[in-house]
């Protein structure tokens, strides 16, 4: 005899909290959110999970967008609010912060959304995006953090080589992964200040 749903939901729900974090940890942040209509105990696990995974691709190819706060929000909007809710839950523990945009991207909006990152001490920074005119700014917080661990940086699909913008100095203590795709003639000033680089991966620089 096939279980009933709410059987199904009663099994998912009982699993301890550190396994169901893990296995939402693997999935885009927009399929965590809809987990919340599972059950009660789901309503706020979204907050809690550590990685974060935000594809533009993925998301526009689901059938209907993702209503928060009642109203159908764009990609760039649902990153927002997902990342205002995590401040304001006061949630400054995630590990890793994904972000595929191919689109071209608004330079602003994607500099708040890697800000906010850093404000929650993320430790691995995965970006790829199509910035507009070849050339990308990086906000300057970047390059003084002390929990980077890890950072991608690379274009989205569809988009041409670009340029970094780099400030002349900058110190990354704890950084001991790197790696650049698609970019020309300013990956060589990361090395600098990256004394403990441990992993470099050069993919078309």
Not at 29 to 35: A, D, N, P, S
Not at 38 to 56: C, E, G, N, V
Not at 140 to 162: A, H, P, R, Y
Request: aromatic fraction near 12%; charge should be negative; glycine fraction near 4%.
């Amino acid at each position: 005899m096939e279980p009933n749903n709410n059987e199904r939901e009663d099994r998912l729900s009982k699993l301890p909290e550190a396994v169901l974090q893990h296995i939402l940890s693997f999935l885009d942040m927009r399929i965590v959110y809809e987990t919340r209509k599972l059950s009660r105990m789901f309503q706020h696990l979204w907050l809690t999970i550590h990685s974060l995974h935000f594809d533009q691709v993925f998301q526009a190819s689901l059938t209907k967008p993702v209503p928060v706060k009642g109203s159908n929000l764009r990609f760039t909007d649902f990153v927002e609010n997902v990342l205002k809710a995590r401040i304001h839950n006061r949630d400054d523990n995630v590990v890793l912060f994904h972000l595929v945009w191919n689109e071209l991207c608004d330079s602003s909006l994607f500099k708040s959304f890697i800000n906010t990152a850093l404000k929650l001490n993320v430790q691995d920074l995965d970006l790829q995006f199509v910035p507009k005119n070849g050339v990308f700014e990086l906000p300057d917080n970047l390059f003084t953090s002390k929990c980077l661990k890890s950072f991608k940086l690379s274009k989205g699909v569809g988009g041409l080589k670009f340029r970094v913008h780099l400030p002349d100095n900058f110190s990354l203590p704890e950084l001991t992964t790197l790696h650049l795709g698609f970019i020309e003639d300013s990956f060589e000033k990361f090395f600098s200040g990256c004394p403990y680089l441990e992993t470099l991966s050069l993919e078309e620089c």
